[in-house]
C-alpha cells in the first residue's frame, strides 16, 4: 500500500487517486479538492460506484486531539439513529489520517439565509438534546474546549492567552503584545469581574460544574459555515470533528458569535429565541448566556489570533494555501480581535438577543 500522502503531506489529485485507489482496491477516476475548511483537507472523489467525499485530517504533535476517530464515530452513532441530515461515515484508514464520506450535493446556506434555515439549526439542536437525554451510554468525551463553570472558560482564555504571550518573533510581535497589554487584558479583567458578580447575584457557582443532565451533545462548532443547503432546501451539516458533550450555553454563543456566519441581528435574535425555549427546561440557561456571552465573545478575539501560534499557522496551511503575505494575514487577524473587544467593552453588561 502507498503511503506518499502520510510520509509526505504531497495533496496533488494525482497522489491522493492513487492512495484512494489503493486504500479502497477499486479504481478512482476522478479527484477534486472541494471545501474551505482550516483543519483538513476534502476531495470530491469518483468511483465506479458513484461519488464519495474522501476527508484527510491534520495531525500534530502539539494537538492530540484525534479529529478523525471523533467525527467518524460521532457521525455513525447519529446515522445509527435515524439521522439523516449528515454525511454518512463509510470507511476510515486511521494511519493515513483519513476517512471516507457519503457525497452532500448542495451550496453553503451563508450567502442567503432564510428564516426557514434557523428553524432547521434549531431542529437539529433539539435531536441532539434528544439524544442527550435520552439515557444513551456511548463513552462520548467532552466536546472540543467544553466547558461546564465560569471558573473553565476563564482557565481556557488565560491558556489560550499565554501561547501568545510567548511569542518572540516576527515584525507583527510588537503589535500582539500591545494588543493583548493594553486592550485585551483589561478588558479581560472587567469582564471576568462583571460576568462572576453577576452569577453571584443570580444564585448560580462560579466553579462549580453543570449537572449532567442541563448537558447536551453538541459539533462545538455548529453552524452554517458548515453545512450545505440541497435542491430540496434541506440543511445538511457537516465537521464533527469536536463533537461530544458541553454546555448549551456555549452551543447558542458560538453560533451568535461565529464571524464565517456574518448573521444578520434579525436571525440571531430569531435563533435565540428558539433555542432558549429549546433549553428551558434549564432554569440558569438565560442565566448563564448573559453572563458568558461575552467571555465566549474574548474567546473568538483570541481564536483570531491563531495564526501567530506556529502550529495553528501549520494547520492553516495543510488545509489551504499558505498566504501568500503572512504578514498581512496577521494583521488583518489582529484587526479583526480588535473589533470583537471594541464591541464587547460597549455591550458586555447587556445581553444583545434577551428575550
Known sequence: MTTFLAGHKSYMPKEVARLASDLMKVPVSHVQPIGQGANSRVFRL???????VLKFYFQHPEDPR?????????????????????????QAWPQQACALYSLIEGVSPTAQL????????????????????????????????????GHDIINNLRIRLGRLQIIDSGQECQALHHYLQEDFLPLLGTVEEWSLEYLSQQGISWDKQLPDKYRTLSPSDFGFHNALRTSSGEVVFLDFEYFGWDDPVKTVSDFLWHPAMNLKEGFKQDFTVEATGLFSDDPGFQKRLKACFPLFGLKWCLIFLNEFVASDMQRRGFAQAPPKDKSVLLLNQLAKAKAFSDRIRRTYKEFPYDV
Not at 46 to 52: I, T
Not at 121 to 128: G, T, Y
Not at 129 to 134: F, R, V
Open 114 to 149: 432564510k428564516n426557514a434555515d434557523i428553524g432547521q439549526a434549531v431542529d437539529f439542536l433539539k435531536i441532539l438534546k434528544q439524544l442527550a437525554g435520552s439515557g444513551i451510554d456511548q463513552g462520548f468525551p467532552a466536546a472540543s474546549e467544553a466547558f461546564f463553570s
Open 46 to 52: 469518483s468511483r465506479p460506484d458513484g461519488n464519495y
Open 66 to 90: 484525534d479529529r478523525l476517530g471523533t467525527e467518524f464515530r460521532s457521525l455513525s452513532f447519529l446515522w445509527d439513529r435515524g439521522l439523516r441530515r449528515i454525511p454518512r461515515a463509510l
